[in-house]
């Protein structure tokens, strides 16, 4: 006889994104194994976040606070109410030679949280692992979202609530760009501008967000949700301009908003 080494081709690369949905609903995914060798091969599907080494792994100092070179954690946030925020089905089988095999993936978290994620592996008789595959998503309370910025989180969340920065006081020290989405007020977001002087005419410091509606079982496919910023006149005095100011999204859409900055003539560069 002659040994044969396992190959498998899957249908999704190193990361698996989710995207968002809204807490307490479910979206799934499928990706698919195909058996490219000779022989039947069987294969068992493993999550990090079910490792019966899981407790002692989190042992270790938390990922942000360590060198970004040493971050080698994929499980990020959990469900609070203790059930997995990630499943897949099938979890074992076999896949005969030149066949496929599709999984699907669900994702069902419970609160709200950007950092959703679990490291799944397709390993092959026991022993062999065919394929690491990071899984992403991303959770709100409600479907409108924004995109963009700094993080002002980190990914390894606590359970202790945080209050937010007063939006008003913010504004103030024009730190804030005051975003209203269907007459909700969302959360500060930081975003850092650029701008370099040279002798010719220097161009504006620019950065970009991202609005969006996440698309849900209930959410009508046509129907438009409107945003827009507060302010403007006090954000145009120093310097910024947003384009576009105000607009609509559908459930599903995401619309990309132009942010640039050049100094006013009264700017204190010290």
């Not at 792994?57 to 499980?75: C, K, N, Y």
């Not at 403007?232 to 995401?254: E, S």
Request: with cysteine; aromatic share 6%; charged share 20%.
């Amino acid at each position: 006889g002659h040994g044969v080494t396992p190959s498998t081709v899957c249908s999704v690369g190193d990361v698996l994104n989710m995207g968002y949905v809204v807490a307490l609903e479910k979206v799934t995914s499928t990706f698919k194994i195909e058996n490219t060798c000779p022989v039947t091969l069987q294969y068992a599907i493993q999550l990090d976040s079910l490792s019966p080494t899981r407790d002692k792994d989190q042992q270790a100092p938390p990922s942000f606070i360590t060198p970004s070179l040493q971050q080698t954690e994929l499980v990020g946030t959990q469900n609070h109410n203790g059930l997995s925020v990630f499943s897949i089905f099938p979890t074992e089988g076999e896949i005969a030679a030149g066949k496929s095999q599709d999984f699907v993936v669900t994702f069902s978290p419970d609160h709200e949280s950007l950092h959703y994620s679990d490291c799944l592996k397709v390993v092959l008789f026991g022993q062999k692992i065919a394929h690491v595959i990071q899984i992403k998503g991303a959770a709100k309370d409600q479907p409108m979202f924004v995109e963009g910025g700094v993080p002002l989180d980190v990914p390894i969340e606590s359970l202790a609530v945080t209050l937010p920065v007063s939006i008003q006081e913010a504004l103030r020290e024009g730190n804030v760009l005051p975003l209203t989405l269907h007459k909700t007020v969302m959360k500060s977001i930081l975003l850092v501008l650029e701008y370099i002087e040279g002798e010719s005419s220097p161009a504006p410091a620019e950065t970009e967000l991202k609005v969006g509606v996440i698309r849900t079982a209930h959410s009508e496919s046509k129907k438009k949700t409107e945003f827009s910023f507060d302010s403007l006149p006090l954000l145009q005095r120093k310097g910024f301009t947003i384009d576009p100011a105000k607009g609509t999204v559908t459930p599903g859409q995401v619309k990309c908003i132009r942010v640039s900055w050049v100094p006013p003539a009264d700017f204190d560069v010290s």
